[in-house]
DNA sequence: TGTACATCAGTGAACGCGCGTTCACTGATGTAC
DNA sequence: TGTACATCAGTGAACGCGCGTTCACTGATGTAC
């Protein structure tokens, strides 16, 4: 049968955040096309109304995570939080045990890298303006998202805890 | 037929070898058991006289690589080059643009995250050697460190050639 | 030292499962008159 | 405003392919006597 069409675009969004989820908590190729659609509320076959496939959905997913990464950088930008605390609220514990809820690049960086153009333009356009957001100085920006990403990314490669929390400490301490 | 016992272990090396090449290449999903032992020149069959599961060898491709990472590593403090030289030889075009032959942390840091406990053991106890080789204050190893592999990951994740550049550059520069 | 035999790395066909994708069908929506 | 009909998001069964894994078999190696 035939669906409202405002409903409809409420559903292709339902679709992109949950995948945008669930491929950070999981990794795109451990996320399935039926999976992702459960999550949103509808079957597998609907699928192929929204997207022609599964890559599609993963730009679409990746363009919305960094979407919410732009925001964030831009909330601290304006409320002039300055850089400590956007280092602080970045490489803690929830950031590192809730990669479903956290940065796109941290969560994804190294398989965006190996993906398709599409993928990587939806990234790189993030980070773009991740990068400008903050308002100060590009290179110190650049600097200072590569060090906390790497810090996410080997605190949560390192399963023993006191060695996982060192790891945010160090980054957080030596950033300044 | 029996083979001679000494060729067995040359070609179980090979295995490993050639399998943390190509998974850091193309990460662990993308890599077939079948193509890493035609690449170590045996069937796909004889898999499973060297490994129980896909996953034992993707542990034993991380614990090679982080052994690489650590000789690298060892080398540089030994030879006393400073961090600046160390600095110089992770963050270059040659090794973003070539993760087969590069740092697997770098490469495959994201889907250790997602992996079994064991994969992340092999990871993590590399990574404890890779921070000691060194010799210097550890907070500084675990900070460079983060800072590198986030460098890399981001560079390799951008398309556009002159931002790709911008971002190991700004990162040397910065770490100083 | 020679002989008989058990071992087991390696082969290649086959299995079975899961996944991305397709397709015939449904029926309320939205449009044309 | 009412009526006829075309559209198309969504359903659920089915397809087909690729992958990890299994298995019967091979025959030179290594061992026991």
Chains 1, 2 share one sequence.
């Not at 049968?1 to 995948?19: D, G, S």
């Not at 509320?41 to 995570?65: I, R």
């Not at 956007?86 to 796109?104: E, F, I, K, S, V």
């Not at 957001?133 to 390192?158: P, S």
């Amino acid at each position: 049968m035939r669906y409202p069409a405002k409903e409809t675009v409420a559903k292709h969004e339902r679709i992109v955040k949950v995948a945008s989820r669930l491929f950070r908590k999981r990794g795109f190729e451990n996320v399935t096309v039926g999976e992702v659609m459960k999550a949103a509320g509808l079957t597998h076959g609907a699928f192929y109304a929204h997207f022609g496939t599964k890559q599609e959905l993963q730009a679409a997913a990746v363009a919305y995570g960094q979407g919410v990464s732009i925001d964030r950088a831009k909330t601290h930008g304006a409320t002039k939080m300055g850089r400590r605390s956007y280092a602080d609220m970045y490489l803690n514990q929830g950031h590192r045990d809730t990669p479903g809820n956290g940065c796109t690049m941290a969560a994804l960086g190294q398989e965006v890298a190996r993906g398709t153009s599409e993928l990587k333009a939806a990234f790189e356009q993030g980070l773009e303006e991740i990068l400008s957001a903050g308002g100060g100085d590009r290179k110190d920006a650049i600097f200072q998202t590569a060090a906390l990403l790497g810090g996410i990314v080997l605190a949560r490669a390192v399963q023993n805890l006191q060695f996982s929390d060192e790891i945010p400490e160090s980054v957080r301490q030596k950033l300044g």
